[in-house]
């Protein structure tokens, strides 16, 4: 298969800083379609697949999977897009397209394995897929998504992972107009549930450790803010919940919340990987049909069904544009939580 030689920015190694190389995609085959990228959002899974801190990194890795940019190239068979539309990619550039998932439209829950848009198998060209840190990226028509013109571009980029992976949970626990949604941590993914929440109509509430992000969480549309280390706060609020967005990235007490959730209602994990610490507690899940549960980005038609909900009703992500040269410091600002509330990459940088 013939190739194009594209400029990059990616790591080396496990402690490698990420710099620039060339890399290698396919050309455009019937059913793809080529991206001029023109902004990249940065995700903590960048980071975390940099540094191998998952295990199973392959390099050089090239991470990037909020792209935003321009179609510069369409196949021969490509009906949905034509030269010059914006386009978006997010987290899956393939997947099996013949599982019960895929025939669902649940392809991020592939049963053979979806690929991912870097660090997945590259059935193309062999080895594995590079990301958005780079001048273009080629992606089958079936993975491409279509963004509303009247969103700010840079800002639309995170919708393609923190925008999804807070959505669709809000879909699948049907959260509309009066739902009682709280959301455990204000970071990307976090301040994406509250606007998306808020949208969708539901009373929004924050749980934040400390009283400091509360007027930042009322600009962004929550209606209130407890304090979840206040045990006063914390019984003010017991079985008030239908659902829970908990976007903490690490290992926490998820107990104190189960508490808060109504009967039947639902705490959906979305940034956290691993064992829960301390252990779950089963009495209060019992006596209230309440559930732990968890939850994966989101299938291509939701993510365009999210996309165009942002379009009709104006939100996009609070973002600090970078230019790609910057992003081994925005990397330790991140481990810092020193962005509000996502670095967006100024491909044009690259060039």
Not at 264 to 293: D, F, H, Q
Request: net charge negative; with cysteine; proline share 3%.
């Amino acid at each position: 298969m013939s190739t194009i030689t594209v400029k990059a920015y990616g790591a080396e190694s496990t402690t490698a800083d990420l710099k620039e190389m060339n890399i290698e995609r396919r050309e455009t085959t019937p059913k793809d379609i080529e991206i001029e990228i023109l902004y990249c959002g940065v995700c903590h899974s960048d980071l975390h697949t940099a540094r191998n801190d998952w295990g199973g990194s392959l390099y050089p890795v090239v991470p990037g999977h909020e792209i935003v940019g321009r179609i510069t190239n369409v196949g021969s068979e490509v009906s949905k897009f034509k030269v010059g539309d914006l386009a978006a990619v997010g987290c899956m550039v393939d997947s099996c397209g013949t599982c019960d998932s895929c025939k669902k439209d649940l392809e991020q829950y592939c049963l053979n394995g979806f690929t991912g848009t870097y660090n997945g198998k590259d059935k193309h060209l062999g080895g594995h897929t590079f990301g958005g840190y780079s001048e273009k990226v080629v992606v089958d028509e079936s993975f491409v998504l279509r963004v509303p013109e009247n969103l700010e571009l840079a800002a639309v980029a995170p919708l393609l992972c923190a925008g999804i992976t807070t959505w669709s949970p809000l879909k699948h626990w049907n959260v509309g107009p009066g739902s009682k949604v709280a959301v455990v941590g204000l970071g990307g993914l976090g301040h994406m549930a509250i606007k998306l929440a808020k949208g969708l109509g539901s009373e929004v509430t924050l749980f934040s450790r400390t009283p400091g992000k509360t007027d930042d969480a009322k600009q962004l549309g929550a209606d209130h803010v407890v304090i979840s280390t206040d045990d006063e706060h914390m019984n003010s609020v017991k079985g008030k919940f239908d659902v829970i967005i908990d976007t903490v990235p690490y290992v926490h007490d998820v107990n104190p919340y189960v508490a808060t959730l109504n009967i039947s209602g639902t705490l959906v994990l979305v940034g956290y990987l691993g064992g829960l610490e301390p252990i779950l507690n089963t009495v209060p899940m019992i006596m209230g049909r309440r559930s732990v549960a968890a939850s994966l980005i989101g299938g291509i038609a939701e993510t365009q069904e999210m996309l165009d909900f942002c379009g009709e009703h104006n939100i996009v992500s609070e973002i600090e544009i970078i230019k790609m040269q910057e992003i081994n410091e925005a990397y330790e600002r991140m481990l810092k939580s020193d962005v509000r509330y996502r670095f967006v990459i100024d491909m044009k940088s690259l060039s």
